[in-house]
């Protein structure tokens, strides 16, 4: 199998340096492989992806030395994918649909700042909403669907779950990682799959996306993690391979904090414009 790596950006801001160093470690390691490196725009949340964030990726990343194959997969061309996905788990009946708010949830775990069980996408849902029986009749679509975890479990006939990691997690968890069924359900639990404002969610397209794009080794953030629990759950229930993993560190600001996409000043443009080189770049994140 060829090794098949992909650098998966929103266009919700400017590159930093942090993005600089998963794009190249992800295509270092391709050339090292004699693989492919993908590129894909993870544009699910419309009301922040801006195509001027997105020609300045392009833009930003050739100037890093970066080639992939055109054309680029997008996920806003991807909605009617998504959509088969949601059909096929509500027609199981292991959907349900969501009214709750953040504080429906937060008042619903007694004392959360006392430890109420933190999955990857927060609070482990209470499940104020969850049916007793599987929903039947025709999917909504003006309202967030969860996964009912337990039932999926279930269904699908699913024990445990694992995957590689090559790099490590925030905790230097590394190589085969197993998850119990116990561990889905008490630990991830019921997470939204489809949001209201997307359609989608941002697991349910990655999955979809790495299937598609054939990605043999996901290499990203230790900041994703987690979410690889839930990723790992969603391609055993939706019969598609897992990959290996390669989380990577963060890169940090002086002060130890994680760059975030407001951190402009650390943006590939800025560095570009006061006339860095990618040599420049390279020895800046150590690669
Ligand atoms: N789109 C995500 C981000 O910009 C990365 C997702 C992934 O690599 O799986 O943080």
Redesign the pocket.
């Known amino acids: 199998m060829t090794f098949t790596t ?5 266009p919700t801001g400017p590159l930093h340096l942090g ?1 600089a160093y ?1 794009a190249l470690l992800a295509y270092d390691m391709a050339c090292a492989a004699d693989g492919r490196f993908l590129l894909r725009v ?1 544009d699910i949340d419309r009301s922040r992806a801006r195509p001027a964030w997105e020609a300045q990726i392009y833009d930003d990343l050739a100037w890093l030395g970066l080639k992939w194959p055109e054309p680029v997969m997008r996920q806003s061309d991807r909605g009617s994918v998504y959509n088969t996905a949601l059909d096929a788990l509500w027609t199981q009946g292991l959907l349900y649909p969501c009214t709750c708010r953040r504080a429906d949830i937060a008042a619903a775990v007694s004392a959360p700042q006392e430890g109420a069980p933190l999955g990857p996408d927060g609070i482990v849902y209470p499940g104020l909403c969850r049916p007793d029986m599987p929903q039947q009749g025709s999917r909504p679509y003006d309202v967030p669907l969860r996964l009912d975890m337990q039932r999926a479990c279930a269904v699908a006939g699913i024990s445990d779950v694992a995957f590689t990691e090559h790099g490590a997690g925030p905790q230097g968890q590394s190589g085969h990682i197993r998850l119990t069924t116990a561990a889905l359900i008490n630990d991830i639990g019921d997470i939204v799959l489809s949001r209201r404002d997307m359609g989608t969610s ?1 697991h349910l397209s ?1 999955v979809l996306d ?1 299937a598609a794009q054939g990605i043999t080794d ?1 290499v ?2 230790e ?2 993690f987690e ?1 690889t629990k839930i990723h790992v759950m969603l391609q055993r229930l939706l019969d598609l391979p897992t990959p290996a993993y390669h989380h990577h560190p963060l890169v940090r600001d002086p002060a130890g904090k994680r760059l975030a996409k407001r951190d402009d000043a650390r943006a590939i443009a800025l560095f570009r414009d006061e006339g860095a080189t990618t040599a420049d770049i390279r020895a800046m994140i150590g690669l």
Request: proline share 6%; hydrophobic share 35%.
């Open positions: 992909r650098f998966a950006p929103s993005h998963s993870e941002y990655v790495d996901v990203r953030g900041d994703l979410a």
